[in-house]
Nanobody, 119 residues
Framework: QVQLVESGGGLVQAGDSLRLSCTASGRTISSYVMAWFRQAPGKERELVAQIWWNRGTTDYAESVKGRFTISRDVAKNTMYVQMNKLKPEDTAVYYC????????????WGQGTTVTVSS
């Protein structure tokens, strides 16, 4: 499995920006899809954005389209999500995850980083 470590969470005000990072190790991830999930208190975990590592193709949840941008630095084996115009409803624990292309389930997870957006 891939080892994933997130960083960058924090407390911000509504309208602010924040960037999360996720560094992968342990395997070559050129054949992987990497993603950001989040889980708010009392809610189910939801997929926020994903990126196909080999081509950089991206996909977003409707709730974050136009505000969040997922990207990668192949040389650093690091994925990012730039979160702009943050809203209180973006408050959650954000998790980095990975799966092999062709697999349906994400089976490698980071420990999570907390984002809190105050109104």
């Amino acid at each position: 499995q891939v080892q994933l470590v997130e960083s960058g969470g924090g407390l911000v005000q509504a309208g602010d920006s924040l960037r999360l990072s996720c560094t992968a190790s342990g395997r070559t991830i050129s054949s992987y899809v990497m993603a950001w999930f989040r889980q708010a208190p009392g809610k189910e975990r939801e997929l926020v954005a994903q990126i196909w590592w080999n081509r950089g193709t991206t996909d977003y949840a409707e709730s974050v389209k136009g505000r969040f941008t997922i990207s990668r630095d192949v040389a650093k084996n690091t994925m990012y999500v730039q979160m702009n115009k943050l809203k209180p409803e973006d408050t959650a624990v954000y998790y980095c995850a990975a799966r092999r292309i062709g697999n349906f389930d994400y089976n490698s997870w980071g420990q999570g980083t907390t984002v809190t957006v105050s109104s």
